[in-house]
């Protein structure tokens, strides 16, 4: 079977390769370079980067420890070397693997489709290729206020404030979501005085309360500022500077600023030259998909940010594997977007899966955890959610919670109960120990609190 795969991201080049280890003549077709927004502008830099300042993030608190010297300085050139060395490798990563699995690679830009056939230019070189089953994977752009203009100098998305070599004194983020937390993060610690501008009551606001609480007042604590409920009217840029107007409970407020990041989020990059010729229904909130990812067209399936349901990486790639396995009619359950975690990288990290409103709530600190006292480290804590006796959803706020937050989502999606859950062994002295004592908790038997 000809399969045809448009974009190259985490849901496209896993699409491509699931396809093909099912036995189908895939070609994946990618304009930009290999690993799409994840590898290039998104995942991957910002994570190289908030490793870079990790150990300034975490000065103070191995001061404590008895670290003695003066605190360091970053070298933003080496930083961002390190960054692009991360982004280089992931994209050689990739080509590597569509090679090894026999997947057809062309660089181009997908530009229109004709029953099935796509046609493809790169420079003045155009090629067209055949398919049975198409796969749509062009990814998300970022959003703007309307009436503000991104003008990538002075006004930034995140992609550009990947790259800036010279750290700006002053920053303003306009909005409190993902980006904008890790973004904050990260040049709060090379020196910019940052300030975050939140529509919402808090930052994250699709985030439990008390995480998005605890995260906000650790923020503060290391100097960034936040205003919730303040929304941006104008961004004007001066000759020097940039103004910032807001109001915030109806009383109207304006910053000057060097810089402005507009991170109010990113809106599906819907092509209608390539969805139209076949009919595809999509709305401005993306290409209407089932929870098996197919499309109206009875060839054509649609995964990732495109389909707008959920936009991470994680998720992109999981509708690309279970696309492929509905093309190829193996068995594979269908999304279920209430199990993909959500992961913020800040210091520290806050994550979480499932539901975040439930019956009965349970939340075990931190600092009743050896581990945690061993590293010096008080604030975090897991929050469980039950219903019916049974997890059904998981937030955690401290070290190391993107690497634990797998350990609910196995038991949500299994469905295992609390009472096998409360059997499992877990090594001592981890901070995998908390999310086994909240469960305890649940129970009403924890040990340690
Ligand atoms: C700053 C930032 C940080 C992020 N951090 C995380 C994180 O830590 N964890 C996480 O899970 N997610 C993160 N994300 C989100 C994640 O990057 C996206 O959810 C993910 O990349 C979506 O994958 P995708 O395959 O749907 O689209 P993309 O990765 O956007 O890939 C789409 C690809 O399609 C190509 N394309 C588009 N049109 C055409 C065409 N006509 N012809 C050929 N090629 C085309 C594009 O060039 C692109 O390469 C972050 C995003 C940003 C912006």
Not at 201 to 210: A, G, Y
Not at 225 to 233: N, R
Not at 350 to 372: C, E, H, M, Q
């Amino acid at each position: 079977m000809k399969i045809a795969v448009i974009g190259g991201g985490p849901g496209g080049y896993v699409a491509a390769i699931r396809c093909a280890q099912y036995g189908g003549d895939v070609t994946l077709i990618e304009e930009g370079p290999l690993g799409g927004t994840c590898v290039n502008v998104g995942c991957i830099p910002t994570k190289a980067l908030l490793k870079g300042i990790e150990p300034l993030a975490q000065w103070s608190h191995f001061e404590k420890l008895g670290l003695e010297g003066p605190k360091p300085s970053m070298h933003v050139g080496k930083l961002l070397k390190h960054s692009n060395k991360a982004i280089q490798m992931s994209r050689q990563g990739i080509e590597y693997l569509l090679k090894k699995n026999s997947v057809s690679l062309i660089h181009g830009k997908a530009y229109a489709i004709k029953n099935h056939t796509i046609y493809i230019r790169e420079g003045d070189k155009e090629t067209s290729i055949e398919f049975d089953k198409l796969i749509v994977a062009t990814g998300s752009l970022s959003s703007s206020i309307p009436g503000i203009e991104v003008d990538q100098e002075k006004i930034i998305f995140s992609d550009k404030a990947l790259e800036l070599t010279e750290i700006p004194t002053n920053m303003v983020i306009i909005g409190g979501g993902v980006i904008g937390c890790e973004m904050a993060t990260i040049y709060n610690q090379l020196g910019t005085n940052v300030t975050i501008l939140e529509g919402q009551s808090q930052i994250l606001p699709c985030e439990d309360t008390d995480a998005a609480h605890a995260l906000q007042k650790s923020l503060q604590s290391s100097g960034i500022k936040i205003h919730c409920h303040s929304i941006v009217s104008s961004v004007i840029r001066e000759k020097e500077s940039v103004r910032v107007v807001w109001t915030q409970n109806q009383q109207s407020n304006s910053l000057d600023t060097d810089i402005v990041l507009m991170a109010i989020g990113r809106r599906p990059n819907i092509l209608p030259s390539l969805l139209d010729p076949l009919g595809i229904q999509y709305s401005h909130k993306g290409v209407l998909t089932s929870p098996y990812l197919e499309t109206n067209h009875p060839d054509v399936y649609c995964i990732g940010d495109l389909n707008g349901k959920w936009m991470l990486a994680h998720t992109a790639s999981r509708e690309g594997m279970i696309a492929a396995a509905r093309i190829f009619q193996k068995e594979t359950p269908p999304i279920q977007y209430g199990l993909q975690p959500s992961v913020v990288f800040t210091h520290p990290e806050l994550v979480g899966v499932g539901k975040r409103i439930a019956d009965k709530t349970f939340t075990y600190p931190y600092s009743a955890n050896g581990k945690a006292r061993a590293s010096g480290i008080r604030d975090g804590f897991v929050k469980v959610f039950i219903e019916d006796n049974q997890l059904v959803g998981c937030t955690f706020f401290g070290d190391h919670a993107s690497d634990m937050i797998s350990l609910a989502t196995m038991a949500i999606q299994n469905k295992i109960s609390l009472s096998e859950l409360s059997f499992i062994t877990y090594p001592h002295p981890t901070f995998s120990e908390v999310f086994g004592e909240s469960i305890e908790l649940a129970e009403n038997m924890a040990i340690h609190m």
